[in-house]
């Protein structure tokens, strides 16, 4: 009898695993395929080979994305405490260029039409506040790839690029009918980034020593729409980050911050290729508790120590003295040479 209960124990959970293996094949033949941006935030698992733990961009949803139904259901305070873990939601999704799809509205019901993702707040893990809904979980949070590749993934960066760069990760993503989502396969996005280095240099002069210098670095993909940045020799649309203090790299009179662009403030960014490819502009340096810029002429700012450094990239909206045939192309959003989650965002 015991024999008899073992096998049919076993040919149960056989049956489940085909199940599985048979549903997960179906969504693959027959669901609607997108891509979804994503960065990787966790290592491998040494039981199953390499792995990475996603944080997908839908897992986050602004207020602006909430049906009438969610809002009013989250400002309920019980249902805040009591019911949003392991709650469903239902996030509609709209194509966009490169396939890339992105949220544009969270109900507790499924739309009628329309592509859709199914999406839980996780136990212990979910995160609300007035204006956001966090930590969403689609079932395609673990990626499983190719033992030893998983480490690239979770640096953020193709092999042979290093500092602080981050190359955004998009994963295809196979989705039911009932938004049901199965991963397919990954790719580095097609985008212009940067990000920073530090290196220690030598110090000329009778003092001597050391010095800590920061280069931004600049990445494209070579199919990127953005191909340059707005980079006057003055270095005004960066600003250095450090220890929550914010330090203007250009000049800060007046004169030079009206001052008009020119084409020559323009930098074409090549495609990087390799490694090699990266482009470097030293931007400031550090030495015995203040920041200089690169060249050591003029002082930035006082900090105790240079371990929480960032590089924001700000240009303006519409940059003065350059017509609008120079525009396409260029960079005009703001970015960010860091994760930098240490950066006061009230502050911004």
């Known amino acids: 009898m015991r024999k008899i209960i073992v096998a049919a124990i076993i040919l149960a959970q056989v049956a489940l695993l085909l199940v599985m293996a048979i549903g997960r094949e179906r969504i693959v033949r027959h669901g609607e395929r997108v891509w979804l941006k994503t960065s990787p935030v966790d290592p491998r698992d040494l039981f199953r080979g390499d792995y990475v733990v996603l944080n997908y961009e839908i897992s986050s949803l602004p207020k602006a994305s909430w049906s009438e139904e969610l809002a009013a259901w989250l400002q309920n305070e019980a249902n805040q405490e009591r019911s949003l873990r392991e709650k469903t939601l239902y996030v509609s999704l709209e194509r966009g ?29 979910w995160g609300w506040s007035q204006n956001s809904l966090t930590r969403l979980h689609y079932g395609i949070e673990s990626y499983f790839v190719e033992q030893g590749s998983g480490l690239e993934l979770e640096r953020g960066r193709p092999k042979g690029i290093g500092g602080t760069l981050r190359v955004p990760l998009e994963i295809e993503v196979a989705i039911s009918k009932r938004g049901e989502a199965v991963i397919l ?5 097609e985008a212009l980034v940067i990000g920073h280095v530090k290196e220690t240099v030598k110090v000329d002069g009778e003092d001597g020593g050391y010095d800590e210098l920061l280069s931004l670095q600049v990445y494209r993909s070579p199919n990127a729409e953005e191909t340059a940045l707005l980079l006057p020799a003055d270095l005004r649309t960066l600003t250095l980050v450090c220890d929550q203090q914010r330090f203007a790299i250009g000049p800060t009179d007046k004169e030079a911050a009206d001052r008009p662009f020119t084409q020559d403030d323009i930098r074409i960014i090549p495609p990087t290729l390799t490694g090699k490819d990266i482009v470097k502009i030293p931007v400031a340096r550090y030495h015995r508790e203040q920041w200089f810029s690169a060249d050591g002429s003029r002082v930035l700012g006082k900090s105790d120590n240079d371990w929480q450094v960032a590089i924001i990239y700000e240009p303006p909206a519409a940059p003065p003295g350059l017509p609008d045939e120079l525009l396409p192309g260029l960079c005009r959003r703001r970015l960010l040479s860091d994760d930098a989650w240490w950066i006061d965002r009230n502050a911004d």
């Open 97 to 125: 260029p490169g396939d890339v799809a992105t949220a544009v509205k969270a109900d507790l019901t499924p739309p009628a039409s329309g592509l859709f993702i199914r999406g839980v707040c996780q136990p212990r893990r």
């Open 185 to 189: 396969r990954h790719r580095w996005a």
